[in-house]
């Protein structure tokens, strides 16, 4: 079984920085491992959807971003240590959310939609207030 856990969450003024981890741990029944993901962040702000926020491949050479946080915010991972970041920079009010990291093991490449993605972490709180 695939295990995530995000870290890094917190309260920040506006225009901070701040950077999430995701650790994975386990593996899918075929045996994959978290450089065979397909790795994701989404965020949901209370009484909205889940919204995507980036993607990355598998060896980290494709990223994607959404365009809210396009410039602002850089997705990486290092599959030595099995982990997924998120910097975020110049925050803003609206960045208010609980961001989640999700995998695909299914594929190289993620998805812009949250149903592509099979495993989920259990979410980290990030505030931006004055």
């Known amino acids: 079984q695939v295990h995530l856990v995000e870290s890094g969450g917190a309260l920040v003024q506006p225009g901070g920085s701040l950077r999430l981890s995701c650790t994975a741990s386990?593996?899918?029944?075929?045996?994959?491992?978290?450089?065979?993901?397909?790795m994701g962040w989404f965020r949901q702000a209370p009484g909205k959807e889940r919204q995507f926020v980036a993607q990355?491949?598998?060896?980290?050479?494709?990223?994607s971003y959404a365009d809210s946080v396009q410039g602002r915010f850089v997705i990486s991972r290092d599959n030595a240590k099995n982990t997924l970041y998120l910097q975020m920079n110049n925050l803003k009010p609206e960045d208010t959310a609980v961001y989640y990291c999700a995998a695909d093991p299914n594929a190289e490449i993620g998805k812009r939609n949250a149903a592509e993605y099979d495993y989920w972490g259990q979410g980290t709180q990030v505030s931006v207030s004055s």
């Open positions: 386990g593996a899918t029944p075929y045996g994959n491992t978290f450089s065979r993901f397909a």
């Open positions: 990355i491949s598998w060896g980290g050479g494709s990223t």
